[in-house]
């Protein structure tokens, strides 16, 4: 798997596309130093999900690092610690 484009990312709107009585914006998501262009021509909805992306996994990663005896004695820590487990393997590949 190839490395992703470190750092913070934002979404912007970067035009309009469609039919003139059907336009629809269309997003880019960058690096915030604006050097790396992530995606373009997205939704605005895929847009700040992606733009969120960093964020999520870094939260992720907190999640799955808790203490898994104290998060067994909750079923739902457990459960949480398991979902972030199994989306950081999908985001990384690992």
């Not at 909805?45 to 999640?63: K, S, V």
């Not at 898994?68 to 739902?76: F, I, Q, V």
Request: hydrophobic share 45%.
């Amino acid at each position: 798997m190839s490395k992703r484009t470190p750092g913070k990312w934002v979404a912007n709107c970067v035009g309009i596309s469609g039919r003139h009585d059907n336009p629809t914006d269309v997003y880019e998501v960058v690096s915030a130093d604006g050097r790396a262009r992530v995606c373009e021509f997205v939704s605005e909805g895929d847009a700040l999900l992606i733009a969120a992306a960093p964020e999520l996994l870094e939260a992720l990663r907190q999640i799955a690092d808790m203490d898994y005896t104290r998060a067994a004695t909750n079923c739902m820590g457990h459960d949480a610690v398991m979902l972030a487990r199994a989306a950081i393997e999908k985001a990384t590949g690992q």
